[in-house]
Nanobody
Framework: DVRLVESGGGLAQAGGSLMLSCVVS????????VAWFRQAPGKEREEVSC????????FHGDFVKDRFTISTNNVESTAYLHLNNLKPKDTDVFYC????????????????????????WGQGTQVAVAS
């Protein structure tokens, strides 16, 4: 079974940083797409960062410019999301998502991708930012 397990959430001060981790098992990490989403209560999940790899990285996007940065460690099958300069509005549950790289390679444009494209999800990790 494919499993994604997030960690690293918690309480941070405004202006502080957190590093979220997503450990993936049961899924090959050489032709993959992995993304981070955020979700506030009662709202749709919103993509924040994504990497798509098909032999090489063909997409690498961070939609919260200059503050959130995605990276991967393929040997450890782990994706990271570095949250920098946190703001109270960043108080959300953050989810890791994955699918096969070829499934979304031709769907990436300049904007965010719907959560409907992603097949596998972690349980989420809560981020809270104090004011």
């Amino acid at each position: 079974d494919v499993r994604l397990v997030e960690s690293g959430g918690g309480l941070a001060q405004a202006g502080g940083s957190l590093m979220l981790s997503c450990v993936v098992s049961g899924f090959t990490f050489y032709a993959y797409a992995v993304a981070w989403f955020r979700q506030a209560p009662g709202k749709e999940r919103e993509e924040v960062s994504c990497i798509v790899n098909v032999d090489v990285t063909i997409f690498h996007g961070d939609f919260v410019k200059d503050r959130f940065t995605i990276s991967t460690n393929n040997v450890e099958s782990t994706a990271y999301l570095h949250l920098n300069n946190l703001k109270p509005k960043d108080t959300d549950v953050f989810y890791c998502a994955a699918t096969w790289g070829r499934a979304v390679a031709d769907k990436r444009g300049d904007g965010r991708l719907s959560s409907l494209y992603w097949n596998y999800w972690g349980q989420g990790t809560q981020v809270a930012v104090a004011s």
